[in-house]
Nanobody, 117 residues
Framework: QVRLVESGGGLVQAGGSLRLSCEAS????????AAWFRQAPGKDRTLIAS????????TYAHNVKDRFTISRDYAKNTMFLQMTSLKPEDTAVYYC??????????WGQGTQVTVSS
């Protein structure tokens, strides 16, 4: 069974850094749709970074561009989100998402990131 398991969230002070990981398991490989979303309390889930799985090229929402970096370890079927210069408004639950060929799109369980001022 395909699963995405996230790790790396936590509490950090403003200006600090965190690295989130999202590992795929279940024997199938990520082929498309790799991305990170976040959902702050009382707000909708929003896309913050997406990754072309083949090329490794990332694209970003304007409010995280130049602070966050999406990447992947192709061989380990794992994606990452390196977050720097964190701000209190980055506080949210972060979700990874990925597509597995004809199996469709899967989501991780979410990991809490809290940035204190």
């Amino acid at each position: 069974q395909v699963r995405l398991v996230e790790s790396g969230g936590g509490l950090v002070q403003a200006g600090g850094s965190l690295r989130l990981s999202c590992e795929a398991s279940g024997g199938s490989s990520i082929t498309y749709g790799a991305a990170w979303f976040r959902q702050a309390p009382g707000k909708d889930r929003t896309l913050i970074a997406s990754l072309d799985w083949k090329s490794g090229t990332g694209t970003y929402a304007h409010n995280v561009k130049d602070r966050f970096t999406i990447s992947r370890d192709y061989a380990k079927n794992t994606m990452f989100l390196q977050m720097t210069s964190l701000k209190p408004e980055d506080t949210a639950v972060y979700y990874c998402r990925a597509g597995f060929g004809n199996l469709g799109i899967y989501w991780g369980q979410g990991t809490q990131v809290t940035v204190s001022s």
